[in-house]
C-alpha cells in the first residue's frame, strides 16, 4: 500500500458522509486522500422526509452538502460505473465530461439502496417513490395541487379522484409519509378551502402483510393502525395493488377506484450498481461482510448499510444480519472507520456489535409511535421522542440548528401551506412565450400541465 493510499468510498449517504466524517477526525492530515463519489452533491436525512413533505421542515434543511462538510475529502459528483477491487480501480462517470478511471488502495462500498418495484401494470407510468428530497417536494405540490384542482371544478368525479390519495408499503416510510401528508391536507382544507372538506378527502394504504411497522410489537402496529382508521383513512392489510391505469387503481381484494396519487414504499433493495463490481453477494444482492465490516474474502474493502450483509452479534442465530436501517448505518460508518485506521496502523479491526434500540415513528403533527428498549410511548410523547432523537441523529450542528429552527416558528405561527407547482416544469411558460412570441398569447394548459401545476397560497 503507498504511503499515502487512497480511501475511495462509493455512495455519500449514512455510512458514506459517517465514514468519511470520522476518517477525517481520526487521521492526520496527509496521513491518506478520502475520495467520496456520488450522483448527488448531498447527503439526505431520510427520517425527516415526511416532516419536509408536509412543511414541518424546511427540504433545505434535511440535506448535509458533502463539500461544505467534508473540507478535508475529494468530492465528486457522479456515479461509479464499474469497479474491479481485484485491480483496484473504479471506472467514474462525472456529471459532465467523459468517464475516468480513478485508482485506490481501500475502498469502502456504501452505494446504499433503490426502491424495491414489481412488475405491476403502469406503476412505472404513474407511481412515485418516497426515498429523496426531490420526491418529497413534489409530493408537497401535487398534492396541494390536488386540492387546488378540487376547489376548482364542480365535476364530482374530477374532484373525487383529485382528493383520492394511494400510498402501498406499510412499513415506516410509507406509514409516516401517509399520516404526515394526510395531517397537513386536512390543515389545508380546514383553514383554507371553504369549498372542501375533510371528509372528501380518501387516503388509502396498501400493504400485502397483515399488519403494518414490522420494526414494533404487533400491539403497536395494530394501535397504530386503530389511530389512522379513527382520523378516517383507509389501511388495507393483506392487499395488493393489482394495476394503475389512467389513474385507475385495482386492488387484489376485488377493489378499484380513481387517484391522481399513487405513491411507492414497498421497501428496498441492493443499489444494482453492485453487478458491475467483482464484490461478493447473498441471495439478496447484498455485500457479504464479516463482523468487522470487511468484505468477505478482500483485503481493503470494506462495506455497511443497506447494501451489505452484516452477521448481527447480538442474535443467537448464527445466519443473523444487521436491519437495513439508519441506526445501524450510523454505528456501523463509525466503527468501519476506526477500523481502517487502525488496519492502517497495523493493528487488528474491531467487530461490530450493537443491540437494536426500537424505532420511532411520527404520525403527523402532535402524534407518533415508539418502541425503544421494550419502552412503549404512543401520542405526543412519541412524537416527541421522534424528534428529539432524529434532531440528535441529523448530521452537523449547522443542519440541528436549522431543523430546530424550523420547528420553532412552526410553533409560532400558522402552518405554511404553499404549493409552488412551477417548480415540477419551470420552463414551460418561458418556452410557451418563445415559440408564440408573445406572452399574453399563451396556449391553455394541457390536462398533464393541470394535473402537475398548482397555485402558490400562503398560510
Same mark, same amino acid.
Given at each position: 500500500?503507498?504511503?499515502?493510499?487512497?480511501?475511495?468510498?462509493?455512495?455519500?449517504?449514512?455510512?458514506?458522509?459517517?465514514? =468519511?466524517?470520522?476518517?477525517?477526525?481520526?487521521?492526520?492530515?496527509?496521513?491518506?486522500?478520502?475520495?467520496?463519489?456520488?450522483?448527488?452533491?448531498?447527503?439526505?436525512?431520510?427520517?425527516?422526509?415526511?416532516?419536509?413533505?408536509?412543511?414541518?421542515?424546511?427540504?433545505?434543511?434535511?440535506? &448535509?452538502?458533502?463539500?461544505?462538510?467534508?473540507?478535508?475529502?475529494?468530492?465528486?459528483?457522479?456515479?461509479?460505473?464499474?469497479?474491479?477491487? =481485484?485491480?483496484?480501480?473504479?471506472?467514474?462517470?462525472?456529471?459532465?465530461? %467523459?468517464?475516468?478511471?480513478?485508482?485506490?488502495?481501500?475502498?469502502?462500498?456504501?452505494?446504499?439502496?433503490? =426502491?424495491?418495484?414489481?412488475?405491476?401494470?403502469?406503476?412505472?407510468?404513474?407511481? /412515485?417513490?418516497?426515498?429523496? &428530497?426531490?420526491?418529497? /417536494?413534489?409530493?408537497?405540490?401535487?398534492?396541494?395541487?390536488?386540492?387546488?384542482?378540487?376547489?376548482?371544478?364542480?365535476?364530482?368525479?374530477?374532484?373525487?379522484?383529485?382528493?383520492?390519495?394511494?400510498?402501498?408499503?406499510?412499513?415506516?416510510?410509507?406509514?409516516?409519509?401517509?399520516?404526515?401528508?394526510?395531517?397537513?391536507?386536512?390543515?389545508?382544507?380546514?383553514?383554507?378551502?371553504?369549498?372542501?372538506?375533510?371528509?372528501?378527502?380518501?387516503?388509502?394504504?396498501?400493504?400485502?402483510?397483515?399488519?403494518?411497522?414490522? %420494526?414494533?410489537?404487533?400491539?403497536?402496529?395494530?394501535?397504530?393502525?386503530?389511530?389512522?382508521?379513527?382520523?378516517?383513512?383507509?389501511?388495507?392489510?393483506?392487499?395488493?395493488? %393489482?394495476?394503475?391505469?389512467?389513474?385507475? &387503481?385495482?386492488?387484489?381484494?376485488?377493489?378499484?377506484?380513481?387517484?391522481?396519487?399513487?405513491?411507492?414504499? =414497498?421497501?428496498?433493495?441492493?443499489?444494482?450498481?453492485?453487478?458491475?463490481?467483482?464484490?461478493?453477494?447473498?441471495?439478496?444482492?447484498?455485500?457479504?461482510?464479516?463482523?468487522?465490516?470487511?468484505?468477505?474474502?478482500?483485503?481493503?474493502?470494506?462495506?455497511?448499510?443497506?447494501?451489505?450483509a452484516v452477521p448481527d452479534l447480538t442474535k443467537e442465530d448464527p445466519g443473523a444480519t444487521t436491519a437495513p436501517n439508519a441506526q445501524h448505518a450510523v454505528r456501523q460508518a463509525k466503527r468501519l472507520a476506526d477500523n481502517i485506521v487502525l488496519t492502517l496502523r497495523g493493528e487488528q479491526p474491531v467487530p461490530y456489535r450493537h443491540a437494536y434500540a426500537g424505532s420511532v415513528a411520527s404520525l403527523g403533527l402532535h402524534k407518533g409511535v415508539a418502541q425503544v428498549y421494550g419502552v412503549k410511548l404512543k401520542g405526543w410523547p412519541a412524537w416527541f421522542m421522534h424528534r428529539t432523537y432524529h434532531v440528535s441523529r441529523v448530521p452537523t450542528f449547522n443542519r440541528k440548528a436549522r431543523v430546530v429552527a424550523d420547528w420553532t416558528m412552526a410553533a409560532l405561527f400558522r402552518r405554511?401551506? /404553499?404549493?409552488?407547482?412551477?417548480?415540477?416544469?419551470?420552463?414551460? %411558460?418561458?418556452?410557451?412565450?418563445?415559440?408564440?412570441?408573445?406572452?399574453?398569447?399563451?396556449?391553455?394548459?394541457?390536462?398533464?400541465?393541470?394535473?402537475?401545476?398548482?397555485?402558490?397560497?400562503?398560510?
Open positions: 500500500m503507498a504511503d499515502r493510499p487512497v480511501v475511495l468510498i462509493v455512495g455519500g449517504g449514512y455510512v458514506g458522509l459517517y465514514t =468519511a466524517l470520522r476518517l477525517q477526525k481520526r487521521l492526520s492530515h496527509g496521513r491518506a486522500e478520502v475520495i467520496v463519489v456520488d450522483p448527488q452533491p448531498h447527503m439526505t436525512y431520510q427520517p425527516f422526509l415526511p416532516e419536509a413533505a408536509a412543511g414541518s421542515v424546511e427540504p433545505r434543511h434535511v440535506v &448535509v452538502p458533502l463539500r461544505r462538510t467534508l473540507p478535508r475529502c475529494r468530492v465528486v459528483t457522479g456515479a461509479v460505473t464499474d469497479l474491479s477491487h =481485484a485491480d483496484r480501480r473504479a471506472r467514474i462517470a462525472p456529471l459532465v465530461g %467523459e468517464p475516468y478511471e480513478l485508482r485506490y488502495d481501500v475502498l469502502v462500498m456504501a452505494a446504499g439502496s433503490v =426502491a424495491r418495484t414489481l412488475p405491476i401494470p403502469g406503476l412505472a407510468e404513474h407511481g /412515485i417513490g418516497f426515498k429523496n &428530497v426531490g420526491e418529497a /417536494i413534489y409530493l408537497r405540490n401535487h398534492v396541494l395541487a390536488r386540492l387546488d384542482a378540487a376547489s376548482s371544478t364542480d365535476d364530482p368525479e374530477v374532484r373525487r379522484r383529485a382528493l383520492t390519495f394511494t400510498f402501498v408499503g406499510g412499513g415506516y416510510a410509507g406509514v409516516e409519509a401517509f399520516a404526515e401528508l394526510e395531517d397537513m391536507a386536512h390543515y389545508a382544507i380546514t383553514h383554507y378551502y371553504p369549498r372542501l372538506s375533510p371528509a372528501d378527502m380518501r387516503w388509502v394504504l396498501v400493504e400485502a402483510m397483515g399488519r403494518i411497522l414490522p %420494526e414494533v410489537d404487533l400491539d403497536m402496529a395494530a394501535w397504530t393502525v386503530k389511530q389512522l382508521t379513527a382520523r378516517g383513512m383507509d389501511v388495507r392489510l393483506n392487499t395488493r395493488l %393489482e394495476s394503475v391505469s389512467d389513474c385507475h &387503481v385495482r386492488l387484489s381484494d376485488g377493489d378499484e377506484f380513481d387517484s391522481d396519487t399513487l405513491v411507492w414504499t =414497498a421497501g428496498t433493495k441492493p443499489n444494482p450498481m453492485l453487478a458491475e463490481t467483482d464484490l461478493p453477494v447473498d441471495g439478496r444482492g447484498r455485500v457479504l461482510c464479516e463482523a468487522t465490516l470487511q468484505v468477505q474474502g478482500l483485503p481493503d474493502a470494506w462495506s455497511a448499510g443497506d447494501l451489505a405554511e401551506i /404553499i404549493s409552488l407547482g412551477q417548480l415540477q416544469d419551470p420552463r414551460r %411558460e418561458f418556452v410557451q412565450a418563445a415559440n408564440t412570441g408573445r406572452t399574453g398569447a399563451l396556449p391553455p394548459p394541457s390536462a398533464e400541465d393541470k394535473a402537475q401545476s398548482g397555485s402558490l397560497r400562503a398560510g
